[in-house]
């Protein structure tokens, strides 16, 4: 099978590595892959080393014409049996450069919830752009939610997890000296973007729940996260002292690793977030709440804990039982580990996306 991905790469390793190696992956299996993206990109040297073929090709715009021609040319000079397009600056070029190409399927990769409605016309410039034959969902809570604002046969949106090894996230514990933190803390982690969304100030509310834990500290990492709100949330939780917010950090995967459980409180538009994955990897347990896919990574109860979202005493409960028991944390965190080697490998991930080319193909 020749296929071609049209994605970007310029971004930290760790954030596109498994999509990345993915593509790799199916040329070990056998297959032709094609990447249409930024020359200056990291990844392009892996990628030839490889035997991955790259063009340095990447649209400025929604719609660019030079992108365009430039896809074209190539689907003249070689038959490509997939186009793959991966976010909303490559699939509205990819879909109009495959017009005419009536053997080459158009696949687009959907990864958050919510935001996709026939309504609105900027919709059918990608997924629901006439010229895509299929889209690949990083979750099923994606996948629902796509299959409602399709037109096309819905069999053709699926869900496929993004594929991981264990190896990516081996950090070494940061020492907790270095974050000024006692020997003995039960560190509480929580990684996000300042969005509303992110639910962080449910996280804080429940912080007055489970104040009278004395080892307990939250670490609240990534930007912008002491707003005026959140600090006064803080202030009032009993636990000021205890409340960390720590802003960017290049270290997150040697804080993860030091830390005793990763919350995750979101209230909306999740796809499935990588955090938890990372926390899964380096076998530390995960509170997470029932928005997008996240649900879906864990099993509530054994390998983490699911609770509903905006429900700060939910969160506070599930917090209190793993602060209760190392040992919990502990069987907890190696069964979340087992989890992705079982559910999750990037092996697993490739072979589904082969599959699902080859399904389309025959139609």
Known sequence: MNILIFSSYNDAWNSVRPEAEMFIEMVKLGHQVTIVTQGNSEYVTRFKECGLKV??????KKICYKTIKTLRKELSSTHYDIVYAMNSKTIPNAAFACIGFKKTKMVTYRGTVGGLYRHDPSAYLTHLHPRVNGISCVAQAVT?????????????????????????????????????LPDDAIIATCIANARPSKGVHVLLESASKISDIVQLHILLIGRDMDTEANLALAKASGMKERIHFLGYRKDVPEILATSDMQIQPSVSGEGLPKTIIEAMAMAVPSIVTTTGGSKELLIDGESGYVVPVNDSTAIADRMRQLCNSNETRKEMGLLAQQRVINN????????????????????
Not at 55 to 60: F, L
Not at 153 to 161: C, M
Not at 174 to 180: G, Q, T, Y
Request: negative net charge.
């Open 55 to 60: 063009i340095d090709c990447y649209p400025t």
């Open 144 to 180: 629902d939610d796509v299959k409602k604002r399709v037109w096309m046969d819905s069999d053709n949106v699926v869900t496929i997890y993004k594929g991981h090894d264990l190896s990516w996230y081996q950090a070494q514990a940061i020492f907790r000296s270095e974050l000024n």
């Open 344 to 363: 999750f490998s990037l092996q697993g991930t490739a072979q589904q996306h082969i599959e699902f080319f080859q399904i389309l193909l025959q139609q």
